[in-house]
């Protein structure tokens, strides 16, 4: 991971769970070394497999008492192979800012430069998941409105958990909003929650995060000058 020929992503699925593939559970890496095929049974499979800790220990896990471990751990991470292309020409790698799209160019369309704000806020919502994440979990994102106008009607708005939220902060620099914010997504992109919001159809929010709020400001400090090229975010750790 550290030369970056391995990467992270956050545990989506139960059928990530074959021979050789390799997780982050509590803190610990986890290589699941043989799945028992025997008992397969289509979608009600629940074999035994075999996995072996990077503390030398090992353990027989049930196929979906392992898969549910990574639900009640909000950390559980699976390791890939080879690391994924960034679009953009922002990143020269996982988790590094580089290239023509970080210099500061204001962003323009036919009718001049694009203005906006870069505002961050914190959910409100009474759900127990949402509730869980208290201190942790913040919605980055950009609008040409006034803020103000933009977080009106929050509770009918999917895009904010169909909840009130609490702005926390705002930033109008010289450096391209729009930008800022798309920079803030892609160096925290293995801290993105994944959470689905139903309010007459299922909506799943891009734009919150799972990173304490000194680290979202401090990553806005290296954006804007430029330091941020040195430097990544490790969300098992939670440090920049």
């Known amino acids: 991971m550290k030369s970056g020929r391995r990467y992270t992503k956050r545990f989506e699925s139960a059928e990530s769970i074959v021979p050789g593939s390799t997780f982050i559970l509590n803190g610990i ?3 699941v070394a043989s799945v028992d095929e025997r008992q397969r049974r289509g979608k009600d499979y629940n074999g035994r497999i075999r996995v072996i800790f990077d503390n030398g220990t090992e353990a027989n896990y049930l196929w979906r008492s392992f898969a549910r471990a990574f639900y009640e751990d909000e950390n559980g ?3 890939l192979e080879s ?3 960034v679009s953009g020409p922002l990143f020269g790698g996982v988790g590094h800012v580089s290239g023509p799209l970080f210099t500061g160019e204001p962003d323009k369309d036919e009718f001049g430069e694009v203005r906006g704000t870069v505002y961050i806020v914190e959910s409100l919502s009474e759900d127990p998941n949402i509730v869980a994440l208290k201190g942790r979990l913040y919605k ?3 609008t040409t409105q006034p803020v103000g106008k933009r977080l009106a009607d929050v509770e009918n708005d999917p ?3 169909c909840s009130k939220v609490q702005l926390r902060a705002t930033y109008e620099t010289t450096f391209s909003p729009r930008k800022l914010e798309q920079l803030l997504h892609q160096f925290f992109a293995h801290a993105n929650l994944q959470l689905e919001v139903v309010l007459g159809r299922s909506v799943t929010p891009k734009e919150w995060f799972v990173v304490p709020l000194d680290l979202v400001e ?4 290296r954006i804007l000058d430029r330091s941020i090229v040195n430097y990544r975010y490790d969300a098992v750790s ?3």
């Open 77 to 79: 991470l699976q390791i």
């Open 238 to 240: 939670r440090k920049i």
């Open 159 to 161: 895009t904010f958990l």
């Open 83 to 85: 690391a994924p292309t």
């Open 218 to 221: 401090e990553a806005v400090t």
């Open 140 to 142: 980055i994102g950009f």
């Open 29 to 31: 890496i986890s290589y």
